[in-house]
C-alpha cells in the first residue's frame, strides 16, 4: 500500500505563474518531509524540507505547506520559470532510521 | 558540497551475469542508501547502510545485494542478473544528525540495462 500519494503524474503551467504540486501520506508518524527535483540522467537534488512542528517553509520562489490533520503536503512555486521543468518527488521520513519513503513523482512542465 | 559519485553512467550487461554498481562519497556520511527509479513507480529503497559492514534490507531487496567493506563506498551487486532488473540506480548518502534534519545527497544515477 502506497504511504506517499502524489495523484498527479504531470502538470503543465505558463511562465510566471504559480505551480501547486501535492503530496498525501497516510501514517501520521512521519516527521520530515522533503522535496527533491529531478531532470532526466541527473540523480535528484534537495529542493527544500519541512519539520512537522511547523506548518510552512520558504525559500525563494519555493513554499512548502504542511497540513498534518490532512496529511498532505504541497510545493508552491512563484514565479514558475522554463527551468523548473522538471520531475518532483516528495519524500517522508518516520523514525530515526533515516529511511525516506518517496512518491511516485509529478512532471511540471513550465510554458515559455 | 557534497560529491557522491557512481562509477558508470551508462551499464549494459547480460541475464545471468554478476554486476557490481559502485557508489563513493566524499564527506564521510555514515549513512548510504541504494535506490532504483522506475517510470510510474518513483524512487524505490533496495538497501541501507547505517556504518561499515552494517546492511539493512530496503523494500525490494530481493535480487540484490550489498557490500560496505569502507566508510566511503557502498556498492550494490544484482547477483544474477535479470531483464526486470533493468532501471536507474541511484546512490545516495547522508550524514548521522542527531534531529535527522538533514536531506539524502544523491549521485547522478547509473543507468542499467540488462539484454
Known amino acids: 500500500d502506497q504511504q506517499v500519494k502524489q495523484n498527479s503524474p504531470s502538470l503543465s503551467v505558463q511562465e510566471g505563474r504559480i505551480s501547486i504540486l501535492n503530496c498525501d501520506y497516510t501514517n501520521s508518524m512521519f516527521d520530515y518531509f522533503l522535496w527533491y527535483k529531478k531532470y532526466p540522467a541527473e540523480g535528484p537534488t534537495f529542493l527544500i524540507s519541512i519539520s512537522s512542528i511547523k506548518d510552512k517553509n520558504e525559500d525563494g520562489r519555493f513554499t512548502v505547506f504542511l497540513n498534518k490533520s490532512a496529511k498532505h503536503l504541497s510545493l508552491h512555486i512563484v514565479p514558475s520559470q522554463p527551468g523548473d521543468s522538471a520531475v518532483y518527488f516528495c519524500?517522508?521520513?518516520?523514525?530515526?532510521?533515516?529511511?525516506?519513503?518517496f512518491g511516485k513523482g509529478t512532471l511540471l512542465t513550465v510554458n515559455p | 558540497d557534497v560529491k557522491v559519485t557512481q562509477s558508470s553512467r551508462y551499464l549494459v550487461k547480460r541475464t545471468g551475469e554478476k554486476v557490481f554498481l559502485e557508489c563513493v562519497q566524499d564527506?564521510?556520511?555514515?549513512?548510504m542508501f541504494w535506490y532504483r527509479q522506475d517510470p510510474g513507480l518513483g524512487l524505490r529503497l533496495i538497501y541501507f547502510s547505517y556504518d561499515v559492514k552494517m546492511k539493512e534490507k530496503g523494500d525490494i531487496p530481493e535480487g540484490y545485494s550489498v557490500s560496505r567493506e569502507k566508510k566511503e563506498r557502498f556498492s550494490l551487486i544484482l547477483e544474477s542478473a535479470s531483464t526486470n532488473q533493468t532501471s536507474m540506480y541511484l546512490c545516495?548518502?547522508?550524514?548521522?544528525?542527531?534531529?535527522?534534519?538533514?536531506?539524502?545527497?544523491f549521485g547522478d544515477g547509473t543507468r542499467l540495462s540488462i539484454l
Open positions: 519524500a517522508v521520513r518516520g523514525g530515526s532510521n533515516y529511511k525516506l519513503t
Open positions: 564527506m564521510d556520511h555514515e549513512n
Open positions: 545516495a548518502s547522508i550524514p548521522w544528525d542527531s534531529m535527522g534534519r538533514q536531506p539524502q545527497h
